[in-house]
């Protein structure tokens, strides 16, 4: 248990604007880089500034603040000639260029699945809930291509909800996302996000439901933590796999779907992704960071579907000893594929997360992403 792709706008060209308020009093901003690029560019602060719509003025004022602010000059001038002097940037000012682009790039595929998902939100609107029916479960619009729905346990225990988001385009398979110990929270929802862009509907299913229905927590507090643990520590797995089982039947109905399910999973998720593809029908299964893995070894001959398992070579929740047997267990298994990312971290791919790990994340999702058009289409 534990503590992408490259980065895409969405269809409105959604972007970051970046502000920085460093604390040694330098501010940087879009207005201030753009300045120091046409400078770059043109020579001369005069072209800068007629080239972005400002008075030869401001233009000055903005290099000047950095230059000030900065101790180091980022803008050299020479007066002289008509165009009012020439202007060049410093090594200084080509670093400032360079790392506030690195930080909007990065803050960009970081926010990616929030702004997918905001985008959404924003498209939809406000409206009131409508229901329609289907067979195994009801589904409560809250958008075109977002809602809850509810399953029934098989047990006869009750119903569970799960988040669903739709593709685009149908026929299409169906993906069932399995929590980490956080619930349904932010994190899933931008991963559902992520498995609807690709082609396929994402089901992401309440497990906790039996414990505490609707657990929305993050990794970011002590608190949150502890609440997590506990869950862990109540959650009854074999049950776990029921609802998942109940899930993955209820996926193939789906208006709209192709009958092909398969499974993600992450962290507790990615131990209960392993369990199905070596207790379920689902066409393919994916395992990030599971727990415990090698105390499941026992069953790999009951695997006869593909199964790709995502193991962080510096995971504090499985340790070496764990991760070195299941990678030797699996070694040779037709169905199987295992591999391991340095230097990452448990929750490596968890966006926003402590330990995410872009570099890690987009090799492995993109690993993901394969096996998952191969196998649902």
Same mark, same amino acid.
Not at 244 to 263: C, E, S
Not at 272 to 278: N, R, Y
Not at 283 to 288: D, H, K, M, Q
């Given at each position: 248990?534990g503590?992408r792709?490259?980065?895409?706008?969405?269809?409105?060209?959604?972007r970051?604007?970046?502000?920085?308020?460093?604390?040694?009093?330098?501010?940087?901003?879009?207005?201030?880089?753009?300045?120091?690029?046409?400078? %770059?560019r043109?020579?001369?602060?005069?072209?800068?500034?007629?080239?972005?719509?400002?008075?030869?003025?401001?233009?000055?004022?903005?290099g000047?603040?950095?230059?000030?602010?900065?101790?180091?000059? +980022?803008?050299?001038?020479?007066?002289?000639?008509?165009?009012g002097?020439?202007? *060049?940037?410093?090594?200084?000012?080509?670093? *400032?260029?360079?790392r506030?682009?690195?930080i909007?790039?990065?803050?960009?595929l970081a926010?990616?699945g929030?702004l997918?998902?905001?985008?959404?939100?924003?498209? &939809?609107?406000?409206?009131?809930?409508?229901?329609?029916?289907?067979?195994g479960?009801?589904?409560?619009?809250?958008?075109?291509?977002? &809602?809850?729905?509810?399953?029934?346990?098989?047990?006869?225990?009750?119903s569970?909800?799960?988040?669903?988001?739709?593709?685009?385009?149908?026929?299409?398979?169906? *993906?069932?996302?399995?929590?980490?110990?956080?619930?349904?929270?932010?994190?899933?929802?931008?991963?559902?996000a992520?498995?609807?862009?690709l082609?396929?509907?994402?089901?992401?299913p309440?497990?906790?439901?039996?414990?505490?229905?609707?657990?929305?927590?993050t990794?970011?507090?002590?608190?949150?933590?502890?609440k %997590?643990?506990?869950?862990?520590?109540?959650?009854?797995?074999?049950?776990?796999?029921?609802?998942?089982?109940?899930? +993955?039947?209820?996926?193939?109905?789906?208006?709209?779907?192709?009958?092909?399910?398969?499974?993600?999973g992450?962290?507790l998720g990615?131990?209960?992704a392993?369990?199905? %593809?070596?207790?379920?029908?689902?066409?393919?299964?994916?395992?990030?960071?599971?727990?415990?893995?090698?105390?499941l070894?026992?069953?790999?001959?009951?695997?006869?579907?593909?199964?790709?398992?995502?193991i962080?070579d510096?995971?504090?929740?499985?340790?070496?000893?764990?991760?070195?047997?299941?990678?030797?267990?699996?070694?040779g298994?037709?169905?199987? %594929?295992?591999?391991?990312?340095?230097?990452a971290?448990?929750?490596?791919?968890?966006?926003g997360?402590?330990?995410?790990?872009?570099?890690s994340?987009?090799?492995?999702?993109?690993?993901?992403?394969?096996?998952?058009?191969?196998a649902?289409?």
């Amino acid at each position: 248990m534990g503590k992408r792709k490259p980065a895409e706008t969405s269809p409105a060209g959604d972007r970051l604007s970046i502000r920085l308020d460093l604390a040694s009093g330098v501010r940087i901003g879009p207005g201030k880089v753009a300045v120091l690029e046409e400078i %770059a560019r043109s020579g001369s602060i005069s072209a800068a500034g007629r080239a972005l719509r400002m008075s030869y003025r401001r233009t000055w004022d903005r290099g000047e603040d950095l230059n000030r602010r900065r101790g180091a000059p +980022v803008v050299e001038t020479a007066a002289g000639g008509s165009g009012g002097g020439g202007a *060049v940037l410093t090594p200084a000012g080509r670093a *400032v260029i360079e790392r506030y682009r690195a930080i909007e790039a990065a803050s960009a595929l970081a926010a990616r699945g929030h702004l997918l998902a905001l985008n959404r939100a924003c498209a &939809a609107g406000v409206q009131p809930c409508r229901g329609f029916g289907y067979a195994g479960g009801c589904i409560r619009r809250e958008d075109t291509r977002m &809602a809850n729905i509810t399953i029934p346990a098989s047990d006869g225990s009750g119903s569970f909800s799960a988040y669903l988001v739709e593709p685009k385009s149908k026929p299409a398979g169906a *993906v069932v996302l399995i929590q980490e110990v956080f619930g349904v929270n932010q994190a899933m929802r931008d991963i559902a996000a992520w498995v609807a862009d690709l082609g396929f509907f994402a089901v992401c299913p309440d497990l906790f439901w039996r414990i505490e229905p609707g657990v929305d927590i993050t990794d970011k507090s002590e608190a949150e933590w502890q609440k %997590a643990f506990e869950l862990f520590g109540k959650f009854d797995q074999a049950k776990g796999i029921d609802d998942l089982k109940a899930t +993955v039947a209820v996926a193939r109905r789906l208006p709209g779907a192709n009958g092909k399910v398969g499974t993600i999973g992450y962290c507790l998720g990615g131990r209960l992704a392993f369990m199905m %593809a070596e207790q379920a029908d689902t066409e393919v299964n994916i395992s990030y960071y599971g727990v415990g893995l090698d105390n499941l070894l026992g069953d790999l001959g009951k695997v006869t579907k593909p199964l790709v398992v995502h193991i962080a070579d510096k995971d504090e929740f499985f340790p070496p000893e764990g991760r070195a047997k299941v990678v030797a267990g699996v070694r040779g298994h037709p169905r199987i %594929a295992c591999y391991v990312y340095p230097n990452a971290d448990h929750a490596f791919a968890r966006v926003g997360g402590i330990h995410w790990d872009g570099r890690s994340a987009a090799i492995a999702n993109g690993r993901s992403a394969e096996a998952l058009a191969a196998a649902l289409g």
